[in-house]
Nanobody, 122 residues
Framework: QVQLVESGGGLVQAGGSLRLSCAASRRTFSNDYMGWFRQAPGKEREFVARINWSGSSIHYADSVKGRFTISGDAAKNTVYLQMNSLKPEDTGIYYC???????????????WGQGTQVTVSS
């Protein structure tokens, strides 16, 4: 089992920035992908970004490319999500995830954090 603990959510005005952190109790395996998903009110959870522990492979959802940056610190088992130029549509609960994989048409994960609220006001 892997425990994931997020921090760093909050309320910010449009155009502002937030940085989310996710501390994992352990790594599932050495080259696993960690990532972030989000869920807006009334919508399904969606993939945001993922990174492998070596940092050599990163993927973003089109909606956040150029604005969000995912990074990791393998020595601390911690992953970060730097969110810049935030928009009201970025509002939602952000979930840290481990063992993030992609099938032919969907992203999913096997381990989840409890989520942290991000609210962007207009």
């Amino acid at each position: 089992q892997v425990q994931l603990v997020e921090s760093g959510g909050g309320l910010v005005q449009a155009g502002g920035s937030l940085r989310l952190s996710c501390a994992a109790s352990r790594r599932t395996f050495s080259n696993d992908y960690m990532g972030w998903f989000r869920q807006a009110p009334g919508k399904e959870r969606e993939f945001v970004a993922r990174i492998n522990w070596s940092g050599s492979s990163i993927h973003y959802a089109d909606s956040v490319k150029g604005r969000f940056t995912i990074s990791g610190d393998a020595a601390k088992n911690t992953v970060y999500l730097q969110m810049n130029s935030l928009k009201p549509e970025d509002t939602g609960i952000y979930y840290c995830a481990a063992n993030v994989v992609k099938t032919s048409n969907a992203w999913y994960a096997n381990y989840w954090g409890q989520g942290t609220q991000v609210t962007v006001s207009s």
